[in-house]
């Protein structure tokens, strides 16, 4: 019984894979969502599997992604670990806005509501 207790709030470690990738989602705020045929511009799926989608959001140049570090879940929810790359200072880069993306494929059971807890990078 005592352990059932410490392991009920305890986060476990989700396996992922990235499957794309791409500087123009069109998604202008940063978010994780499940991937469904709204976003089938950005990749090729059935939307049986499930794809989360990470967004960084709208940026003024490019020279910018979003890379995922962990993924894990209560049970109750998936949280995304992911953190913003930026151009290096000085950097040469495009002169267009962007909105970068990142889709993962996840090995769990079922679609849990997602928190995105985004790693801005010091610039």
Do not use: H
């Amino acid at each position: 019984m005592m352990l059932l207790l410490l392991t009920m709030g305890k986060s476990n470690p989700v396996a992922w894979e990235k499957v794309a990738e791409g500087p123009m989602s069109g998604v202008n705020e940063a978010k994780a969502v499940w991937y469904d045929s709204t976003y089938s511009n950005l990749l090729k799926a059935d939307g049986k599997e499930p794809i989360l989608l990470i967004f960084l959001g709208r940026r003024s140049t490019g020279g910018y992604s979003v890379e995922v570090e962990e993924i894990k879940t209560d049970g109750k929810k998936l949280v995304v670990v992911a953190k913003e790359i930026c151009p290096k200072p000085g950097s040469m880069v495009i002169q267009v806005i962007t909105t970068p993306f990142v889709a993962v494929r996840v090995e769990i059971p079922q679609r849990l509501p997602v928190e995105l807890k985004l790693k801005k990078c010091k610039r």
